[in-house]
């Protein structure tokens, strides 16, 4: 065959063999003539043409020879052959083979038919600036012509069309091309390409082209196929780019040539062409296939061709640019050369704009992962021990910025979980390169802050298996991985020393055990039963925090001596102590006074501190000298050298980063030597600014303020906070004028390096969690007295002038950053309570300039400097920023800090300005300037909040070295709460207007929703901790309460259709469910509430049509609603009695309503009762007057009851049993809160001499210890009336009185086997969950109590009562004893056998022979 050559789009046929045309038009005549006389002839004729055509046009033979012609050739074939349809399918697939071989179809259709078929040339279809395209060529009409000479050939259409329309892409891409874009079309060729591609388009809609048969032809002129032209057959619905790679016969092959393709197509994206668009879509295109095709868990491609080759191209083409990238930047890519281009390129590919919008999320993350593991795990050359040695040189900052921003890419689709636990399984299964996987924790702790916990908690299992199974792999990993996280700072790791240790519980521990060594000389038990039973934190904690490497002693002390006891015991493993011992040796080799802990002897003190003065006053000799401008830099670094050397710090400070800095802003405390070096320099940076500043403003000072301020950012960093602590806090406004700029201008530049910088733990006052470095100033800086005032505003005035003028060309944010919106918000506090000036709304004549200047004069005026500042138009600007806006709720809380006494404002100027404050500027400004949006309600909601953070603050507490906290040590700003009764009034006011005349207001009191919402976020349960937090909110509520008017609590009228109240309801709820439990002692709340209640109560019936009819209404409803109101006034009538008296009398004229009458009878008869005469009978209710007697009782000496409480006998069964209760209820608040010694003998003798009567009397008390809410004779109103502790602890009240039970009434009453069971598993229950604590015996108990206090004494004893009982109780007894053990069988198993034994005996008819129970 001759050579192929491409198809000329101008119809220019190359020339056919000798002779050929005419033969050839010639043979197909005279075969047309045979194929009509039969189909067997047609078929014959075909083998023939392609017999003679192939060696004429590609055989060796001489040209002298005679061939016979194709009518010869046929004729012959004709009379020899018969039909076979077999072998004229033969013959047809020769001639299409044939029809493949030849490269110019155009010539062979013009060889075929003559030169009328120069019509069927594509050149003219497909020429855009021909006038003839389409003009008399069209589609159809080719498509037509096509399917003629097919029929003629004798082969399909579809496959003459496929190669048709292939030889003509070829051409159009080996047109003449820029060279600058191998795999783009130009302008052009994509016209061209276009307009074939539309006729393409048509062949396929009428079945006239093969996809097949297309690829195939396409990959024979794959040297001169361009990518951009595949792309356009893809895009077109030609053919797919799957189906086009999947026919190529080698894949490797067509993975070179995509890669280089794809290498190509990068490098043009990042030249900036003009076909930048068309790149873009091509390579997003081609990715988003490769990944779904290579990366789908279950494809189904449905293709005619082996399904596993797309997969296997697409994954290897993925993995070759992946590749190529990684060794590019091993090799070290020169920037902007070729190959950074393509690898900039390509890593951009893993943006989520290219693949996240197409491609679903389980391919996409498949691929990032398998990503993940190519980049740690590819050409692994470096060992561990190489990376010990560089990894300091594989932090975030120092890895290349490309393949940060990979990493960066591939964690938007991978959790940081993810993430950890795929690093994790590629260190344990796969050899690892390690400088990528070191910088890419670098950048995972960087970019994740829930990083470092997952880094921790896998490290900590790595050091765990490394100390199980003594694997040094596993250790190795662990330790570079940590060191690697240090490196990146505090804000994103732990620093490695600290890390080290991995807890302060295992450090005290370390402390514990080596005391105890010190005193015994043996390995203390509890380090031994560690070792043994708690050795994942005895090896993953303890010794950690015991083996931190030191400078060892040359006299070994008691640590040394005690690991060496470890040591020999078997206790360390050999790695960790081998470990050790080397990391020892290396701090050894360190010069002695570089070493940590490490400290001049007195006499050479001096000597660097000497050098310190000196080097610090050669930096302010370079302050006002313009030509040592340039030497600053050097001078600090010698000033960081020298403080080094003054403080005995190691040389390296990045192995001994501060993750965060304790301090204690109520006691801060220096070392001499540390207080003297921080002295030093903060002095230098005063006089330092003070000289910078009368030769030039902040803003063109340099840089020395910021290199200054980096020397005091390491280790000397807490020594500086500390000694600012004391100088703010504590001396504040004895600061002379230098001082104040000077450490303002500190504070700026410590917030500029606030993201390097550790946070600070302050403890109280100060909120709990850690604080950034500004955000400390803003606690350090108090607003109490008047002198405090007024430096606070000299200092805020200082640090925002100071960094307005710094920072004037920077952004807004920049501003924000270097200062604490709390100092921001303390200015705008100030100058509106110091200033009158400042309450008034400012103009654009007022805004005035700001000039540093004036402020670092000594006689500075500091009023004129803050207005000044006051009306700077940048600050006004950054006023508008909300979280540096003054909001009421922040102007409440620091005006709750004012003490009234020492007030710079008189207490008619302080009235005045909270006036404005609040009615004039908070309440009309909108919500989202921080205001009330004319909202009184509003206003108020939030003040009572703002009063109630404040008092259960650490703020309101007073704070000594030698003294516990005093709740109410400072109350705060007074006149706050005057505020709010004027507004709570107001309110009053509005509401009554607002309700129609007779009636009552519909909704409750907002006070109570406040409270209701805050209680709820408080922590619920009865620890100690979340039980004064709970206690101290309700006295709060009860505080504010007080001050309030009694309609608060009760209404303002009641009347017949609603005698209760919503407030009333909302009270009722707040004592039953809150102060019943926090605010209530010996059944009764405290006299200022009851009888603030009670004034309220007859305010409000005095408003009705007949008050003392709603009086008893209102009464008796709290017998069933708040029974505790009742007790309560029983408590206090001595002097409730007179005050409703008089007031009653003064207002009406009838009798004291019948229920406050039943109170004064009931005080009555129980005075009556303990007096030697008669007694009188009991009046009704029963529970009342059992009440009044409980109370009377405990106002008597013990040796005056005994005598009145056989009185009891005539008294009725119900008021015992209530008396019997109360006496339970007051015999365990002798538990729970007696201090003496006397109280619980008298509430332990009260309750048996009221339980042998009952006994006595047989009247039944079991079911005061069964009281349940649905019991509406005893359970409701008890229960309302006791606390929850109390009620938790029945079963401890009921086995205290173990000796005074009835042997026979235990026999006899059905139900009493049931109590004892049920009481002795609560007790039990009670012990194991450590509630009995709360009832431990005081000293000095009389032999008759000794043991019943004690839980584990009286457990002992009701479990023999229990197993002695059991026995000899009736069957009928055990009913439910299935009930009672469900679901506590459990607690004693022994009990629980002995009671299910029992239930399944026969009853025995002689009980007689068992023990007696007493």
């Known amino acids: ?79 020899r052959e018969k039909y076979n349809p077999e072998r004229a399918q033969k013959l047809k697939e020769s001639a299409v083979r044939l029809l493949r071989s030849h490269q110019d179809l155009n010539a062979l259709l013009l060889e075929v038919e003559g030169p009328l078929c120069k019509k069927l040339s594509l050149s003219k279809v497909i020429d855009c600036d021909s006038s003839e395209a389409y003009a008399n060529h069209s589609s159809s009409f080719i498509g037509s012509a096509l399917q003629d000479q097919a029929s003629r050939l004798g082969i399909p259409v579809g496959i003459l069309s496929a190669g048709v329309v292939a030889s003509s892409v070829g051409q159009i891409c080996t047109a003449p091309a820029e060279t600058s874009h191998p795999v783009l079309l130009t302008v052009e060729q994509r016209k061209k390409l276009s307009s074939l591609l539309e006729f393409a388009q048509y062949l396929l809609a009428h079945s006239m082209f093969s996809r097949l048969s297309f690829c195939q032809e396409l990959w024979k002129i794959q040297s001169s196929l361009l990518l951009e032209a595949v792309w356009h057959l893809h895009v077109q619905g030609i053919v797919s780019l799957q189906e086009l790679l999947e026919s190529h016969p080698d894949m490797h092959a067509v993975g070179s040539w995509l890669f280089r393709n794809l290498c190509c197509l990068c490098e043009q994206m990042e030249a900036s062409c003009q076909h930048a668009d068309v790149a873009r879509a091509m390579l997003s295109d081609f ?35 992946l590749i190529f990238a990684l060794d590019a930047l091993a090799a070290g890519v020169q920037e902007e050369s070729s190959t950074h281009k393509i690898v900039r390129c390509w890593f951009g590919v893993f943006s989520g704009h290219t693949l996240g919008s197409v491609i679903s999320t389980d391919p996409l993350k498949r691929f990032f992962s398998h990503t993940l593991t190519q980049i740690l795990t590819h050409s692994p050359v470096l060992k561990a021990s190489d990376a010990v040695q ?72 790595l050091m765990a298996q490394a100390f199980e199974s003594c694997q040094l792999d596993s250790m190795v990993t662990a330790f570079l991985v940590v060191r690697q996280a240090a490196l990146e700072g505090p804000s994103a790791f732990l620093s490695y020393a600290d890390w080290f240790k991995p807890h302060s519980q295992a450090l005290q521990d370390v402390e514990k055990a080596i005391m105890v060594f010190e005193h015994t000389g043996k390995i203390p038990v509890t380090v031994m039963e560690a070792s043994i039973f708690r050795r994942p934190y005895y090896v993953s904690h303890f010794l950690p925090a015991l083996l931190t490497p030191r400078v060892l002693p040359k006299v070994p002390d008691s640590r040394v001596a005690f690991i060496e006891s470890l040591k020999r015991a078997d206790k360390i493993p050999p790695s960790l102590y081998s470990t050790y011992c080397q990391a020892c040796s290396a701090a050894e080799e360190k010069p002695e006074d570089a070493a940590l802990g490490v400290r001049a002897e007195p006499s050479s003190a001096e000597e660097p501190l000497g050098q310190l003065r000196a080097a610090l006053g050669e930096l302010r000799a370079s302050m006002t000298d313009p030509s040592q401008r340039d030497v600053i830099s050097a001078q600090v670094a010698v000033i960081s050298e020298r403080l080094r050397a003054v403080l005995g710090h190691n040389e390296d400070d990045s192995s001994v980063e501060i993750s965060k800095i304790q301090l204690s802003i109520n006691t801060p405390r220096l070392e001499p030597r540390e207080h003297m070096a921080v002295d030093l320099l903060l002095t230098s940076f005063c006089q330092n600014l003070m000289a910078a500043s009368s030769v030039a403003p902040p803003e063109r000072q340099g840089p020395w303020a910021a290199l200054f301020v980096r020397t005091m950012c390491g280790r000397v960093l807490p020594a500086v906070l500390t000694r600012l602590c004391q100088l703010l806090r504590h001396q504040g406004p004895s600061l002379s004028a230098p001082h104040v700029l000077g450490l303002a201008a500190l504070a700026v530049h410590l917030g500029e390096s606030r993201s390097a910088l550790p946070e600070v733990d302050v403890g109280p006052p100060a909120p709990d969690a850690g604080l950034p470095v500004p955000a400390l100033f803003d606690s350090l800086l108090t607003c109490r007295t008047r002198d405090s005032l007024f430096f606070c505003l000299k200092f805020c005035t200082a640090a925002i002038s100071y960094s307005l003028c710094k920072f004037s060309s920077q952004s807004r944010d920049t501003l924000c ?85 020492a007030d710079a404002l008189s207490d008619t100027e302080r009235q005045d300005f909270h006036q404005w404050a609040i009615h004039e500027h908070f309440l009309p400004e909108s919500s989202a300037s921080g205001g009330c949006d004319g909202d009184l309600q509003a206003a108020c909601t939030i003040l009572v909040n703002a009063l109630m953070d404040f008092h259960q603050s650490s703020r309101s507490y007073d704070h000594s070295e030698n003294s516990d906290l005093v709740f109410g040590g400072r109350t705060g700003n007074e006149d706050i709460i005057s505020r709010l009764q004027e507004m709570v009034a107001d309110l009053e006011l509005q509401q009554d207007l607002s309700v129609p005349l007779g009636h009552t207001p519909s909704q409750g009191h907002f006070l109570f929703e406040i409270f209701r919402r805050r209680l709820q976020a408080l922590t619920s349960g009865w620890s100690v901790a979340a039980s004064l937090q709970r206690q101290r909110e309700l006295l709060m509520y009860k505080r504010i309460l007080l001050r309030l008017p009694s309609s608060v609590l009760c209404g303002s009228s009641f009347q017949a259709e609603q005698p209760i109240t919503a407030r009333c309801e ?49 009464l008796a409803k709290c017998q069933t609603k708040c029974p505790l109101i009742l007790t309560s006034a029983l408590v206090w009538w001595p002097s409730l009695e007179p005050v409703l008296l008089c007031w009653w009398r003064r207002h009406c004229q009838s009798p004291l309503p019948r229920e406050l009458q039943k109170l004064q009878e009931g005080r009555q008869f129980a005075s009556d009762f303990l007096s030697p005469e008669a007694a009188s009978l009991a009046p009704n209710p029963d529970w009342l007057s059992a009440a009044a007697l409980h109370f009377a009782i405990q106002q008597v000496r013990e040796e005056n009851i005994r005598k009145q409480l056989k009185k009891l006998d005539c008294e009725r069964e119900e008021l015992l049993v209530f008396l019997f209760f109360f006496s339970l209820m007051g015999l365990l608040s002798s538990h729970l809160t007696s201090n003496s010694t006397t109280d619980l003998p008298k509430a332990f003798h009260v309750c048996a001499a009221i339980l042998e009567c009952l006994e006595k009397r047989k009247i039944s008390w079991l079911a005061l210890f069964q009281l349940t809410e649905s019991d509406l004779r005893l359970g409701r109103l008890l229960l309302r009336v006791a606390p929850d502790q109390h009620t938790r602890l029945l079963p401890f009240a009921f086995y205290s009185l173990l000796s005074y039970f009835h042997e026979d009434a235990a026999i006899r009453e059905e139900a009493f086997l049931h109590v004892a069971v049920d009481m002795y598993l609560k007790l039990v229950q ?80 002689d009980l007689s022979q068992e023990p007696h129970l007493f």
């Not at 003679?52 to 061939?67: E, F, H, I, L």
């Not at 439990?1077 to 007949?1106: E, M, P, V, Y």
């Not at 009990?1391 to 239930?1399: D, E």
């Open 1 to 79: 065959m001759a050579t192929a050559q491409g198809l000329d789009l101008r119809g220019v046929a190359w020339p056919p063999p000798a002779n050929g045309c005419a033969r050839l038009a010639a043979a197909n005549r005279k075969a047309a003539r045979a194929r009509a006389q039969g189909a067997a002839a047609g078929a014959v004729g075909a083998k023939a043409m392609s017999d003679s055509w192939v060696p004429n046009s590609a055989s060796g033979q001489d040209p002298g020879r005679r061939r016979r012609s194709w009518a010869e050739l046929l004729a012959g074939r004709v009379k």
């Open 287 to 321: 990715v988003q296939m490769f990944v779904l095709r290579g990366f789908q868990k279950n494809s189904d491609l449905r293709r005619t061709v082996e399904p596993e080759k797309m997969p296997q191209v697409a994954v290897d083409v993925l993995q070759r640019m």
């Open 390 to 461: 560089m990894q300091r040189e594989w932090s975030f900052a120092r890895t290349h910025p490309l393949l940060t921003a990979l990493y960066r890419r591939l964690f938007v689709m991978l959790s940081a979980g993810e993430l950890v636990g795929h690093l994790q399984e590629v260190l344990e299964t796969q050899e690892v390169h390690w400088q990528r996987v070191l910088s890419f924790v670098s950048a995972l702790v960087v970019c994740f802050p829930e990083a470092q916990q997952l880094l921790e908690d896998w490290v900590a299992r």
């Open 817 to 901: 950053s270097c200062l604490s919106s709390g100092l921001i918000k303390k200015f705008q506090f100030l100058m509106f309570r110091l200033f009158s000036e400042a309450r008034q709304p400012l103009s654009e004549e007022d805004v005035a300039s700001l000039s540093w200047r004036p402020l670092h004069l000594p006689s500075a005026d500091w009023q004129r400097a803050a207005l000044s500042l006051w009306t700077h138009r940048t600050f006004r600007e950054l006023l508008k920023e909300e979280d540096v806006h003054l909001t009421y709720q922040d102007w409440l809380h620091l005006e709750l800090e004012i003490q009234p006494e």
């Open 1066 to 1114: 909302q009270f009722f709820h707040l004592v039953n469910s809150e102060m019943r439990n926090f605010c209530s002692h010996g059944g009764a709340l405290t006299q200022d509430i009851t009888a603030h209640f009670f004034r309220g109560l007859l305010n409000a019936c005095l408003r009705s049509r007949d008050p003392s009819l709603m009086v008893d209404f209102i």
């Open 1326 to 1405: 009670l012990f194991v969950a450590g509630d009995t604590s709360t009832v431990s015996p005081p000293a000095g108990r009389s032999l008759e109590l000794q043991g019943q206090g004690n839980p584990v004494e009286l457990i002992t004893k009701a479990r023999l009562f229990l197993l002695q009982l059991i026995p000899r109780c009736p069957k009928k007894s055990f009913s439910h004893v299935a009930e009672l053990l469900a679901d506590r069988g459990d607690c004693d198993p022994e009990v629980s056998a002995a009671l299910q034994s029992r239930q399944q005996a026969a009853p025995d008819a």
